[in-house]
């Protein structure tokens, strides 16, 4: 991509080259499998997720995520765990922003 693209369409690219570091592993370059989704949530979501050290934590949120049940995480089903962690931090940023000062918020 073209380095004057936004900070928007960078943060995408990010999202969308991280699960191709992750699935381009092993089988099918375009899922991710058990053990390849094991070590993505590790290393890249330890600190907004809980229980990514624990195997059996891991596992649950893969049958969650599988929504065509191959045991495998597909870009689509990698998407919906990326989406759901944005609506979490959104509404993390909705309530800092109401319990704000109304001096301190953009445009007072």
């Given amino acids: 991509m073209a380095s ?17 570091k992750y699935a381009e592993k092993k089988g099918e370059k375009d899922k991710m499998t058990k053990k390849e989704f094991r070590k993505m949530v590790g290393s890249e979501l330890n600190h907004i997720l809980t229980n990514t050290q624990s195997k059996e934590g891991v596992d649950k949120l893969i049958k969650s995520l599988d929504a065509d049940e191959d045991g495998k995480i597909s870009f689509d089903e990698y998407w919906t765990l990326i989406g759901e962690i944005a609506k979490k931090l959104s509404q993390q940023i909705s309530l800092q922003i109401q319990d704000a000062p109304q001096s301190s918020q953009p445009g007072n």
């Fill in 4 to 20: 004057s693209c936004s900070e928007l369409e960078k943060s995408i690219e990010v999202l969308v080259r991280n699960f191709y």
